[in-house]
């Protein structure tokens, strides 16, 4: 995370209130999400949303959720019924985006149609990064990998997911991030044997706190998942027909497997950009902090867009529902005449087992971790430097994540003493 001076951009005029149309690339939380804020706000122009998928929008975090266990289906995932596009006039648009002119203002699609923009909002997300190791497959080629590889990203990848995971009996998680950590609580409820192997030393470490990664290590390992840190997988093995057997360690350890699911992060998807000579960092698309790129025509959102922190100076990509749908509504705020910078407080969610755990802040430079309640099932855990509260974690606690929510917008200060003192709790402070 780099730290930016919001300020070197923002004071650019916004040329495009009011656009006579808008395009947006990428039809996914953000991309949706973008099109029908326009309608809310009474944009009466041309919106064009285009879409590599072939798909209706849908929300992916049932994909590692409901959709795996079978209990939501596709159309269970759309964001809104094929009707709803119709009525709003919003052109869906199934195609990849392979170029923008910014000077014509136009974008071209893999068939070589082209369309012209008033202003373009780049919602492309993010795709699996990959292992470079033989077996895994090769970056964005279908069916490169070994049978039973897996990432997980689209409804495709799910489907697929889904179909190996009626079979299997051993899988093998590489990462212990949100996605593989949901997919292994699936995996085991499946009646799989279920080994995770995670290069850093606990899980979910670029996420959450110490006390949260180990309370999900122990949520894993009491269901029956072997968790292994501090290992790297050196190649995955496959039987003559192509099918994956193992993955063998660094070590030299070999892990039988019939289903193995990749999810060691993401990459953001900035080519589109990078082409059209839009400043791309490591960390996704540059923006400032109205999510406009260096061309005061095109903004970016959501997975792919770096953005600076408005609170911190910090730049930050975020990868969560709440994120595209913020950035989203304050695109479409800003090309219906309302100007405001970016600055909603992060949350998220994830769903593991039946336990639920909701982040608020970013905890970014900590140095107090506080634990809130005795239930050990139930509690808090909030995250301080110095006196400054940045973040909360909260694990089946609703009412401490909304509490909390409120807490950090308004950048209450709270001693360490204070919270750990006899009979504090969040609701106490609101009263
Ligand atoms: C399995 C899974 C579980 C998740 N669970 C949670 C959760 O519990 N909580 C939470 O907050 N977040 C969760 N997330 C993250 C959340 O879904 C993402 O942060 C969110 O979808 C980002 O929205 P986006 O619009 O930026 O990108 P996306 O939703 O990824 O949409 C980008 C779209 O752009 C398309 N695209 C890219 N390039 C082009 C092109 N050149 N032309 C046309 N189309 C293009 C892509 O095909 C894709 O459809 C989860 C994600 C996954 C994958």
């Known amino acids: 995370m780099a730290r930016d001076t919001p300020t070197a951009y923002d004071t650019r005029p916004a040329h495009d209130t009011r656009p006579a149309s808008v395009v947006v690339v990428g039809a996914g ?3 949706y999400q973008t099109a029908a804020s326009l309608r809310e706000l009474g944009y009466p122009g041309r919106i064009t949303l285009i879409s590599a998928e072939d798909a209706l929008p849908y929300e992916r975090p049932p994909l590692s959720k409901a959709y795996l266990t079978g209990t939501a289906d596709e159309t269970q995932l759309w964001l809104r019924p094929v009707t709803y596009y119709v009525r709003q006039s919003i052109d869906l648009v199934n195609g990849t985006v392979t170029g923008i002119d910014p000077a014509a203002r ?11 923009y008033g202003h373009l909002v780049l919602a492309t997300g993010a795709r699996p990064r990959t292992l470079d190791v033989p077996g895994a497959g090769l970056r964005g080629v279908p069916g490169s990998a070994l049978r039973g590889v897996h990432t997980l990203r689209t409804a495709q990848d799910a489907a697929a997911l889904r179909a190996s995971l009626a079979a299997a009996r051993r899988a093998v998680v590489v990462g212990a991030g949100f996605i593989g950590l949901e997919f292994a609580a699936v ?11 995670e290069a ?36 995955l093995h496959g039987d003559r027909r192509g099918a994956v057997r193992a993955v063998e360690l660094a070590d030299g350890r070999r892990l039988p497997a019939d289903l193995v699911l990749i999810g060691v992060g993401v990459t953001p998807r900035t080519e589109l950009a990078a082409a059209a000579g839009l400043p791309v960092g490591d960390s996704g698309i540059t923006v400032d902090s109205r999510l406009l790129t ?18 911190s100076g910090n730049r930050l990509r975020l990868e969560s529902v709440q994120n595209a749908v913020g950035h989203a509504r304050l695109v479409a705020e800003r090309l219906t005449g309302t100007f405001r910078a970016y600055d909603e407080l ?33 509690f808090s855990v ?7 509260l940045l973040a909360v974690e909260s694990l089946n606690s609703p009412v401490d994540h909304l509490v909390s929510r409120q807490l950090l917008r308004e950048e209450v200060d709270l001693s360490p003493d204070e919270v750990t003192a006899e009979g504090f709790s969040l609701t106490s402070l609101m009263r």
């Open 29 to 31: 939380q953000g991309g």
């Open 106 to 116: 136009t974008v071209r699609l893999a068939d070589g149609s082209e369309y012209d």
């Open 187 to 197: 995996a085991r409820e499946f009646g799989c044997e279920v080994t995770v192997v």
């Open 200 to 235: 850093q030393g606990r899980p979910l470490a670029r996420a959450v706190s110490v006390r949260t990664g180990e309370y999900f290590t122990r949520l894993h390992e009491r269901r029956g998942s072997r968790l292994l840190f501090g290992r790297s997988v050196a190649a």
């Open 294 to 311: 260096a061309d005061p025509y095109i903004s970016a959102i959501g997975d792919c867009a770096a953005f600076p922190q408005v609170r």
């Open 346 to 378: 992060p949350w998220f969610w994830s769903d593991q087992f039946s336990t639920n755990l909701q982040i608020a802040g970013r905890a970014e430079g900590h140095d107090t971790e506080v634990v809130l309640g005795d239930d050990p099932e139930a």
């Open 382 to 388: 909030l995250l301080l430097r110095g006196t400054r």
